[in-house]
Each structure stands twice: as C-alpha cells, then as structure tokens.
C-alpha cells in the first residue's frame, strides 16, 4: 500500500503529512471500510468546479458566459475527469473489493472520475485552494496541450444546431445508418442530414458519441463551403 501511495505522490508531486486522508481518498466504497472516498469526492467536484471556471475566465477574456459555462461542462464532467485520472494512473493505485477489479473497476470512468475528485478533495483539506490549483492546472495542460475553443470545447452537437438554425433555418437530423459488433462491443454509425442531403457519417460506441463525432464532420465540411 505504501509503495502504491508513494508513486502517486511524487505524480502530484505533494506529500500528504496525513496518510489517512489521501487512504481515504482512494477508498472505493466496494473495499468495504468504514470509510470511502464519496464525501472528498462531493467536496472535489466542487473545488474543480470553481477551479476550471476561474482557469477559463482568465484564459479566454473575451469569450461570453454561455460559451464559458459550456466550456466548463465539457471539462468537469466524467469523460474529462477521467481523462485527468489517467494522467495520475489513478486506475492503478485506486483500492477496491475483488468483485470490483474482477468487473475491471479500474478501468470505469466513473470510478475513476470519483477518484480524481476525492483526491482533488484531499488535497483542498490538507493545503488549500492554491496547492489544488497548481497541481490541477498543470495535470489539465498535461491532458489538453493545445487549450483553445477547438481543443476544450466538445459540443459539436449544439454548435451545429446554432450553426444549421442561423444558415438554414432547420436543425441537423442525426439517422442511425447501422449498429454492429457485439453485445458488450456495439459500435453505432450515424449520419448527419440537413436540407435532405447527408453531410457527413462517423461511428462511435454509443449512438451519443457517433452523433458528436459526425456533427464535428459536418462542421469541418460546412466551413469548407
């Protein structure tokens, strides 16, 4: 266990002087302790909540609070906290019941999501707001090297409906073109229609991933016309 908490710190780069906090912070509740990581996570999500807000206030001065607060959400949500847990290998060092490794918790999003935030939490009790933002900042510009609207911003759904409404005075229809693969492998490919004519195709592993990949499609091809 040690070793394991070892190796995490020095990828924070801080030392907890209480051990049992950042324990606590990797505790899942299937390991069955007294204790587990869900009240640091609550306390976490809030603490990057405010944390990438002020980050993206000061990084794009001149962008809206709508866009702002959508750029926010593509960021502090699952899919992007996992993208930070990752960073960490927090999958490695999380501690979990035998059921749950067995159902590959280590590789769940949601899992590691929680874990992201608890140990945000952990670290917001132990050293504060700053401490929090400085290793935070640096693990989000690890994940996202190139920070711009293109690079953050992950709702091409919306952006294309905005865009489709404004030129044409419609929405895109998304139409399922086929589902393929197995059960616990299915794959989804959709089309993007507008005017009648399909603008662009993308397969995803879910319908909601296929409909985001062929609506980025069909943006890069409406910019080319």
């Not at 990752?86 to 019941?97: E, Q, T, V």
């Not at 759904?157 to 299915?186: C, I, S, V, W």
């Amino acid at each position: 266990m040690k070793n394991r908490i070892d190796i995490l710190q020095k990828r924070l780069d801080y030392q907890f002087k209480d051990q049992n906090l950042i324990i606590e912070a990797l505790t899942h509740k299937s390991y069955k302790k007294p204790y587990n990581n869900e009240r640091l996570e609550f306390l976490g999500d809030a603490v990057m909540d405010l944390i990438v807000g002020e980050y993206l206030y000061h990084k794009f001065p001149d962008v809206a609070e709508g866009e702002l607060s959508k750029l926010r959400a593509s960021l502090v949500n699952e899919k992007g906290f996992k993208k930070l847990a990752d960073i960490l290998d927090l999958g490695n060092h999380i501690f979990i019941s035998l059921a749950e490794e067995n159902n590959k918790g280590r590789e769940k999003s949601s899992l590691l999501s929680n874990a992201f935030e608890s140990i945000m939490g952990a670290l917001y009790l132990e050293a504060g707001l700053e401490k929090v933002r400085q290793v935070s900042t640096r693990i989000l510009e690890t994940a996202y090297p190139i920070i711009d609207m293109n690079a953050i911003f992950r709702d091409f759904k919306t952006t294309l409906q905005e865009l489709t409404q404004a030129n044409f005075g419609e929405t895109p229809e998304y139409r399922l073109l086929k589902a393929f693969g197995p059960d616990h492998m299915k794959e989804f490919e959709m089309a993007v229609i507008i005017q009648g004519k399909e603008i662009s195709r993308a397969k995803g592993k879910s319908k909601k991933e296929a409909q985001q990949a062929s609506a980025k499609l069909a943006l890069d091809a409406l910019k080319r016309t």
